[in-house]
Structure formats: C-alpha cells, structure tokens
C-alpha cells in the first residue's frame, strides 16, 4: 500500500511565524504535490516537484515555499505566516507512469493561524 | 478560468437510492478525468477514473459516465449508502502536463439512512 505522511494532523501558529509542513512517501514516488482544500473552492494546486531539487509553482504559490532535498520528502514553507493561510493542507504523490495520473494523498494537515 | 466546475455544491439521497454527481469541463484536451471521495479531517481517496476515449467504466457500485460532446461527466452510485456521505471531487488530467490534476470544487453528498 502507498503510504503519504504528513507530519502534524493539527497545527497552531501565529501571524508572521514561520511554518514548515513536511510529507514524507515511502513508494520512490517522482511526483509530488501540495494542494490546499478551502470550503467552496476545492483543491487548488500551490506547488509541485517532479523531481529532487525541481520544484513548479502551481496556481496560489505567492505566500508559500517548497524544499525538495530528498526524492522521499517534499516540504512546504509558510514564510511568514498570515491568517489568509488557515487551511487544510493536503499533500499528495504519484509514481510515474501511472496512465490515469492517479495521486495518492497524505492525511491532511489543519493549519489555524492566529 | 474554473476548467473543471461542479455546479451543484450539495446533494442529499435517500439509502438504497441512485446518487448522481455532476461534473463538467472546459478544456476539450483533458484525457483522463478521476473522482476522489473525502471525508472530514481525512485526505482524498481515489474512487474511479475514465479515460477520455471511454463513455463508461464501472466498478461495483461506481459508474462514471463520460460525454465528450458535452464536456460533461456524471457520478453514479447504486445503491447509495450512508458510509457513501462525503465530499466528491471531480479531478481531469493532461498527459505530460507534469501530471497535473485540475480539481472542481466538490459536491457534499448526504445519504439518509
């Protein structure tokens, strides 16, 4: 079974604090991916790596940034963080070739910023 | 630009009923097309997917049904069950487009036992 971790379930931070969210996938995934998940406006892409090192903006980067070190781990930074940015943050992997693009996804981490 | 839009943000079913989720699509290049079941506090889990050269795909009690012409694709779930109460979101891929999925905004779907 593909397995996608996400290091906390719950996290409180205050504004301006810096925040990392880690996700861990124990299946060599290639492609790997942070969405964040907002009543009424579903999931929307902030970053994605397809590789270590490589990382692509998706369509709400600004305000966020993403480490790639290793190939089993991708790592989203809040800068600054800011009560905009209260979230479920999902994390999610694909291996490669898989025909349907099918993504595997973490637990989820709730993020309140105060 | 939403490219992916479930118009419908909720729908509420009687068990033992037929559940149908809607879903519609702007960009005629889209070639496979995914739905994904999420509960609260839970990340998505995959359900069932269809290639944009199919008009159907079935798996026990999940049909998709593809209509290209219409840019429009449908959920349906028989007989629906109250383990079945979830958001539904409609996902559509483009191959090679570093396997990015577009996601619509979800439906919450109710089934009362």
């Known amino acids: 079974d593909v397995k996608v971790t996400q290091s906390s379930r719950y996290l409180v931070k205050r504004t301006g604090e810096k925040v990392f969210l880690e996700c861990v996938q124990d299946?060599?995934?290639?492609?790997m991916f942070w969405y964040r998940q907002d009543p009424g406006l579903g999931l929307r892409l902030i970053y994605f790596?397809?590789?270590?090192?490589?990382?692509e903006k998706g369509d709400i980067p600004e305000g966020y940034s993403v480490s790639r070190e290793k190939k089993e781990r991708f790592s989203l930074i809040l800068e600054s963080a800011s009560t905009n940015q209260t979230s479920m943050y999902l994390c999610?992997?694909?291996?490669?070739?898989?025909?349907?693009?099918?993504?595997?996804f973490g637990p989820g981490t709730r993020l309140t910023v105060l | 630009d939403q490219q992916v839009k479930q118009n419908s943000p909720s729908l509420s079913v009687q068990e033992g009923r037929i559940s149908i989720l809607n879903c519609d699509y702007t960009n005629s290049m889209f070639d496979y097309f995914l739905w994904y079941k999420k509960y609260p506090a839970e990340g998505p889990t995959f359900l069932i997917s269809?290639?944009?050269?199919?008009d159907k795909n079935e798996d026990g009690r999940f049909t998709v049904f593809l209509n290209k012409s219409a840019k429009h694709l449908s959920l349906h779930i028989v007989p629906s069950q109250p383990g079945d109460s979830a958001v539904y979101f409609c996902?559509?891929?483009?191959?090679?487009?570093?396997?990015?999925?577009?996601f619509g905004k979800g439906i919450t779907l109710s089934v009362r036992p």
């Open positions: 299946m060599d995934h290639e492609n």
């Open positions: 269809i290639s944009s050269i199919k």
């Open positions: 999610a992997s694909k291996p490669p070739g898989q025909h349907n693009n099918e993504q595997f």
């Open positions: 996902a559509a891929s483009l191959t090679g487009a570093n396997s990015k999925l577009t």
């Open positions: 790596s397809y590789d270590v090192k490589m990382k």
